[in-house]
């Protein structure tokens, strides 16, 4: 279940409806899926996964205007990681929707609204969001490194990050929220001397 914080503010929202509710005016959608009755091997291939959730993912296409989804499965053993989440942990933003559904894992979009504080929203298994074209964004992983999500497009060609003038990204912790205290989120540029 995902989590959302504001570490200028310390405010932390942790229900569904709650995240919901906060995005809603900034026009990103959440959503989190009962995966329950879902049964994946941790070798499933991409097909098998997308075919898992078909009908959840016509639902999101067709509310979306998505045409095509691919699945991004990382670990530490994939090759070039770091050089890889190098490109999505700088804030940035893209043409068109960012849409990631979490099937295993954790990782951490951190948002930058411009007309409000930067908030984060760490995801896991189940979690669903959307963030609009042209907003301003990162994206990390959890300290295991490990993640599988489906991704929807609207463009079959795929999305590629233009990155910010002025980014905040490097005044946030890159790190997950049950890594550390609710206390130690915050701002770099608060405790840098």
């Known amino acids: 279940m995902a989590r959302l914080t504001v570490p200028a503010t310390g405010a932390t929202f942790e229900s569904s409806e709650q995240i919901s509710s906060f995005l809603k005016p900034f026009g990103i959608w959440y959503d989190h899926w009962d995966c329950s009755s879902v049964r994946l091997s941790d070798s499933a291939t991409p097909a098998e996964i997308l075919?898992?959730?078909?009908?959840?993912?016509?639902?999101?296409?067709?509310?979306?205007?998505?045409?095509?989804?691919?699945?991004?499965?990382?670990?530490?053993?994939?090759?070039?990681?770091?050089?890889?989440?190098?490109?999505?942990?700088?804030?940035?933003?893209?043409?068109?929707?960012?849409?990631?559904?979490?099937?295993?894992?954790r990782g951490i979009f951190h948002i930058n609204p411009q007309t409000a504080p930067v908030f984060a929203v760490e995801m896991g298994p189940g979690d669903l969001i959307n963030v609009p074209a042209g907003t301003r964004h990162w994206f990390d992983l959890c300290s295991e490194k490990t993640i599988c999500t489906i991704r929807l497009f609207q463009d079959t060609t795929g999305w590629t990050p233009r990155y910010s003038e002025n980014a905040v990204h490097e005044s946030y912790e890159p790190r997950c929220f049950d890594s550390v205290s609710s206390d130690e989120i915050q701002l770099k540029s608060v405790v840098t001397p």
């Open 51 to 105: 075919a898992a959730f078909q009908s959840k993912l016509d639902e999101v296409k067709t509310k979306g205007g998505y045409v095509t989804a691919d699945v991004v499965s990382v670990s530490p053993a994939t090759p070039g990681i770091d050089a890889m989440l190098d490109k999505f942990s700088r804030e940035h933003t893209h043409s068109e929707d960012e849409v990631r559904f979490v099937v295993r894992g």
